[in-house]
């Protein structure tokens, strides 16, 4: 991977907003694009009840689980005496809320809303309490019900060795599920607008996060890669990764229009969706060229432009990176001592202004923004 060996320039320099905040500028067009409608979608909703025993298998599935749970930013969180009270619910014939699940063109069932539920299912019935800590796993018993409950204290082997009809009324207890499939186009885009839309897991996933999880694989793994990447630190202005992945999605943000720029229309977070979404299936080889592209840029960005070249208000502008970032990438072998004197032009031209505060999602202004700083900064039209 290349590394700049260069001198660095200070992050005090002329680009670097007067209040040296690290956070990302806050612009109204891209905040109206992240609440932008979705496109019109075919999907088709249905209710489905589940026996226990049947989750449970699905959750276990080898190799690859047949009903599966999204890492989002928080995992399993409840305690063992919220987890028995489920399943003592499940044992006494009380309602339990319905989960929501998307079906993909696949045919893998991934969780919308329910994780908590589901994983205490999955986990009471494989015997052990939670994800495996330090290689050590808690048995999971029935804890903090009425003391006068024939179920305290009980694990699933004791309800099958002990208490066999009430076992087997657990393994028949049915839990319903409205499970989702887009039927056109086929595609899986709507997955997208429904994670949005319908978890109620706590904080309101931002477009990265509910793409992390939608769009797993190996294209995904780099973007985290490339994330910690310290010229990329050193241009997003801050040392630890962004804890709502903004970081992770300007980075995707280059990528999607550096090699699809001929494509793009509003909105954004649609388009990179969509980019990401094409990607899932991208070589190993095509994979390396992107990761020696993406450090490259940041290494040449670092060099002749300093640290946080593109906070130039209040935070770092979205608009002036992709633009720039885009740029270094096509003409990284025409860059020149004098590129640094040629950005300070660029970021106080009227029309480039224009288009890296207003409307900064529109087709006109992402096209137009790139095309100013191929003319300022390296003499073409």
Known sequence: ????????????????????????????????????????????????????????????????????????????????????????????????????????????????????????????????????????????????????????????????NLQPDAFRKLKDAVLRAFVIKQLNPNDDTSVFHVFERLNTGGTFLTGQEIRNCVYSGPFNDLLLKLNVLSDWRLVFGKNEPDKRQRDVELILRFFALRHDLANYAKPMKEFLSNFMARQKAVSKRRLKEYETEFSLTMSLLVKHLGEKPFHLRSGLNAAAFDSVSVTFAERHDAIKADTAKKYKKLIEDAVFQERTRSATTDEDAVVGRIERSRAILFGEK
């Open 1 to 160: 991977m290349p590394k700049s060996r260069t001198k660095r320039v200070s992050s005090k320099n002329l680009f670097a907003s007067s209040k040296d905040e690290d956070s990302i500028e806050e612009l109204e067009s891209e905040s109206v694009d992240e609440a932008y409608s979705p496109p019109t979608y075919d999907i088709v909703t249905y209710p489905a009840d589940f026996t226990l025993e049947v989750l449970a298998t699905k959750l276990a599935k080898k190799p690859v689980a047949e009903i599966q749970i999204p890492t989002f930013q928080r995992g399993f969180v409840w305690t063992q005496v919220q987890g028995s009270k489920l399943i003592e619910s499940f044992l006494l014939g009380l309602p339990v809320p319905p989960v929501f699940l998307y079906t993909s063109a696949s045919n893998i069932q991934m969780v919308v809303d329910g994780q908590q539920r589901l994983k205490t299912i999955g986990y009471f019935f494989e015997g052990y309490f939670g994800p495996e800590d330090r290689g050590r796993r808690p048995i999971f018993r029935l804890t903090g019900l009425n003391e006068k409950s024939p179920y305290v204290n009980c694990t699933a082997k004791d309800l099958e």
